[in-house]
């Protein structure tokens, strides 16, 4: 819609149109979002999470729910029916020895993680700094833990048997010896646990690596021009940035030293007094039929290492570590 005025000399000029007054309500106001599309945008990350809570929830949170439901139970794995028995199944955990005595054997596992995490953690320093071959050493630490349990369980079994390669070593150097490695518990655990030590250093050993190198070369340079040494870098520079790592290493090595499995299965299959917590209740369940008193087992073992998690939670604690 135009106006016209009038003007000196009797010309008529035309107005420019006059703009027309808009409100947020009208419909030539900007469009805003829907509130579907609003709802849309908030729902949007848990539709991506679906997928894996649901094979979470199913492959994890559902079979602990019946494994603490089989433990209070007599179930024999096979049969339909099961039948209640209350806490008969922990009672007899706690008060049968032998049920509980496993739980010693995993104190030599737990000594030989102390000895790999110091390992680890040695080689991880000095190889983060320049050395020649580095890489390659690198790659030799990591290497044992690509190898498959199994294989490694049959390798060391004829590295420990009589008159194998390790008496062969021996006597070389005139130390020969016709002792059974895997003959008595005491060297059988130790000699078991040495293999876990080979095993598992690399996995700490990266861990730790990945941890100094994330340092800011920026601090060692620092370092270097305040005369610091090695040792007071590491002091320092280095084990206050792994902390955390180090901290997760420890729940690590715990945990795994309760639940060891695969090279003493193998390897004695827990004869000789080498049967850890989960050998016994893999046999419970599938050799006795003792399949509640084996949920209670592991119901126990999952306690256990919650508890000393927690416990090492609270005594070191993960402070933030802010060293620039």
Do not use: C
């Not at 032998?98 to 790999?116: D, T």
């Amino acid at each position: 819609m135009t106006e016209t005025t009038q003007v000196a000399g009797g010309k008529r000029h035309r107005a420019a149109p006059a703009r027309r007054r808009t409100t947020a309500g009208s419909p030539t106001a900007p469009s805003h979002r829907s509130r579907g599309q609003q709802l849309l945008r908030r729902a949007t990350p848990w539709l991506f999470l679906v997928a894996p809570l649901v094979l979470l929830i199913t492959f994890t949170y559902v079979p602990v729910a019946n494994m603490i439901y089989y433990s209070f139970t007599d179930w024999d794995g096979i049969s339909p029916d099961h039948n209640f028995t209350g806490a008969d199944n922990y009672v007899q955990i706690f008060t049968r020895p032998e049920l509980f005595r496993v739980f010693f054997v995993s104190l030599y596992y737990l000594a030989a993680s102390g000895i790999q995490i110091a390992v680890a953690l040695y080689f991880a320093t000095v190889l983060s700094f320049n050395l020649r071959f580095r890489n390659l050493f690198k790659g030799l630490l990591f290497f044992p833990y690509l190898i498959n349990g199994v294989a490694i369980g049959f390798v060391f079994l004829y590295f420990f048997q009589d008159g194998g390669t390790l008496d062969s070593v021996l006597s070389w150097f005139g130390a020969g010896s016709d002792h059974a490695w895997l003959g008595d518990p005491t060297s059988a655990n130790t000699s078991l646990a040495g293999v876990s030590v080979w095993r598992f250093t690399g996995l700490n050993f990266v861990l730790f690596l990945g941890a100094i190198q994330s340092i800011p070369g920026e601090l060692y340079e620092a370092a270097d021009l305040d005369g610091a040494t090695r040792w007071q870098q590491f002091r320092h520079i280095i084990a206050p940035s792994i902390k955390p790592i180090l901290s997760l290493s420890i729940i690590l090595a715990i945990s795994g030293s309760l639940a060891v499995f695969e090279i003493p299965y193998i390897m004695t299959g827990g004869a000789t007094g080498t049967s850890t917590f989960v050998i016994q209740t893999v046999k419970l369940a599938f050799q006795f039929n003792k399949t509640g008193l084996a949920s209670a087992a592991a119901v126990v073992l999952l306690l256990i290492i919650l508890l000393i998690t927690w416990i090492q939670r609270r005594l070191v604690p993960d402070d933030k570590v802010d060293l620039v």
